[in-house]
Nanobody, 128 residues
Framework: QVQLVESGGGLVQPGGSLRLSCSAS????????IGWFRQAPGREREGVSC??????????RDSVKGRFTISRENARDRDTVHLQIDILNPKDTAVYYC???????????????????WGQGTQVTVSS
């Protein structure tokens, strides 16, 4: 059974940084990427970033490129995926979820992640 546990959220001032982490286990062979999506109140979910488990290729939505960095630590039965978030602004306020997917793609500035499992989320609040 896939299990995903996020951590690292919090309250930060504009311009600040956070590092989110996702501990992921229970995979099957179809899980090729681990990604992050976020959801703010009154807004649709949006893919933020994802990383390939096989070759480490990374993908981002346009609005976070240059500010967000995804990385991974692969182990035999558990992956840890980090999302370094820099130069935070109030528009980044949302619940951030870690998710598994068979793939992901950058499409017209957005990031499409057909996620199938996700964690409980971690709240990121950017406010002065």
């Amino acid at each position: 059974q896939v299990q995903l546990v996020e951590s690292g959220g919090g309250l930060v001032q504009p311009g600040g940084s956070l590092r989110l982490s996702c501990s992921a286990s229970g995979f099957t062979s179809y899980v090729h990427v681990i990604g992050w999506f976020r959801q703010a109140p009154g807004r649709e979910r949006e893919g933020v970033s994802c990383i390939s488990r096989s070759d480490g290729s990374t993908y981002y939505r346009d609005s976070v490129k240059g500010r967000f960095t995804i990385s991974r630590e692969n182990a035999r039965d558990r992956d840890t995926v980090h999302l370094q978030i820099d130069i935070l602004n109030p528009k980044d306020t949302a619940v951030y979820y870690c998710a598994t997917a068979p793939g992901c793609a950058e499409v017209s500035g957005a990031l499409v992640i057909p996620y199938d499992y996700w964690g409980q989320g971690t709240q990121v609040t950017v406010s002065s």
